[in-house]
């Protein structure tokens, strides 16, 4: 079995079964889970953040289920684009991905709220809560009080990644960083152009692996907007 040569060569000695076992499970691979899977078993709503505080249940809002394991790196899905309702979840479809990326999928990620005030209300209100309530969460990203910790209000460092959240209005937060993953929340709320340099989405094109664009249902057809489809 893994390591017994070790031991043959250092000798057999009291506790040496259990400091194998601890070895092989440091090396096992993290299981594979889905996010939807990741947030059952993972995920905590804290009070400040969310309606319903207590464990994420993906039965609660069985609609996200689809839509959030197609986030999953093994999926085929390079873009996922959820159109919907108010108050059905959007944002925590994608708080979900954040805490999946952080835990088992670490790599830049960039989070996109409409303006850059919203930004800054996201994190305080969305992603602290999801730092400090999910156990796996608080272990991968440094407090915010300790000085130069990688914790800011607007970008989030985590071994193997950094989430950074940005607002649509600011052409320079979009343009910042080179993301592997992006999460562009209301799209339909962005401006149509951003301080000149044109659609706010064309400018972070950065060719990410993976996105998830949620948009509020079309009140009316006069829309100027192209239709999602080719936008995110
Ligand atoms: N499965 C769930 N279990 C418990 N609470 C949930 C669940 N899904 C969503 N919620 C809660 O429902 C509320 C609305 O969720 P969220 O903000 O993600 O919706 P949204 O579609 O982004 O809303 P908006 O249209 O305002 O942007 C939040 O308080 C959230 O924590
Ligand atoms: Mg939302």
Same mark, same amino acid.
Request: with cysteine.
């Given at each position: 079995?893994?390591?017994?040569?070790?031991?043959?060569?250092?000798?057999?000695?009291?506790?040496?079964?259990?400091?194998?076992?601890?070895?092989?499970?440091?090396?096992?691979?993290?299981?594979?889970?889905?996010?939807?899977?990741?947030?059952?078993?993972?995920?905590? &709503?804290?009070? $400040?953040? =969310?309606?319903?505080?207590?464990?994420?249940?993906?039965?609660? *809002? %069985?609609?996200? /289920? @689809?839509?959030?394991?197609?986030?999953?790196?093994?999926?085929?899905?390079?873009?996922?684009?959820?159109?919907?309702?108010?108050?059905?979840?959007?944002?925590?479809?994608?708080?979900?991905?954040?805490?999946?990326?952080?835990?088992?999928?670490?790599?830049?990620?960039?989070?996109?709220?409409?303006?850059?005030? &919203?930004?800054? $209300?996201? =994190?305080?209100?969305?992603?602290?809560?999801?730092?400090?309530? *999910? %156990?796996?969460? /608080? @272990?991968?990203?440094?407090?915010?009080?300790?000085?130069?910790?990688?914790?800011?209000?607007?970008?989030?460092?985590?071994?193997?990644?950094?989430?950074?959240?940005?607002?649509?209005?600011?052409?320079?937060?979009?343009?910042?960083?080179?993301?592997?993953?992006?999460?562009?929340?209301?799209?339909?709320?962005?401006?149509?152009?951003?301080?000149?340099?044109?659609?706010?989405?064309?400018?972070?094109?950065?060719? %990410?692996?993976? /996105?998830?664009?949620?948009?509020?249902?079309?009140?009316?057809?006069?829309?100027?907007?192209?239709?999602?489809?080719?936008?995110?």
């Amino acid at each position: 079995m893994a390591g017994e040569h070790l031991l043959e060569e250092v000798g057999r000695f009291d506790g040496d079964a259990e400091i194998l076992q601890a070895w092989r499970d440091g090396m096992a691979p993290e299981p594979a889970l889905l996010v939807s899977e990741w947030a059952d078993k993972h995920r905590v &709503l804290g009070s $400040r953040g =969310s309606a319903e505080p207590g464990p994420w249940r993906t039965v609660r *809002t %069985p609609y996200l /289920r @689809e839509i959030m394991d197609a986030l999953s790196p093994a999926q085929a899905a390079r873009r996922v684009v959820f159109m919907k309702g108010a108050q059905v979840g959007g944002t925590e479809c994608g708080n979900n991905w954040i805490g999946y990326v952080i835990h088992h999928a670490p790599g830049p990620m960039l989070a996109v709220q409409p303006t850059t005030e &919203l930004a800054k $209300r996201f =994190s305080d209100q969305r992603i602290d809560p999801l730092v400090e309530e *999910t %156990p796996a969460i /608080r @272990e991968r990203v440094a407090p915010a009080r300790s000085r130069d910790s990688g914790n800011r209000q607007l970008s989030k460092e985590f071994p193997g990644g950094q989430l950074v959240m940005t607002g649509a209005n600011s052409a320079v937060g979009l343009r910042s960083m080179s993301a592997r993953f992006l999460f562009l929340d209301e799209i339909d709320a962005y401006p149509g152009d951003v301080e000149g340099e044109g659609d706010p989405i064309a400018l972070v094109e950065a060719r %990410p692996h993976l /996105r998830l664009a949620t948009e509020g249902v079309p009140r009316q057809h006069t829309d100027h907007r192209r239709p999602v489809a080719d936008r995110a």
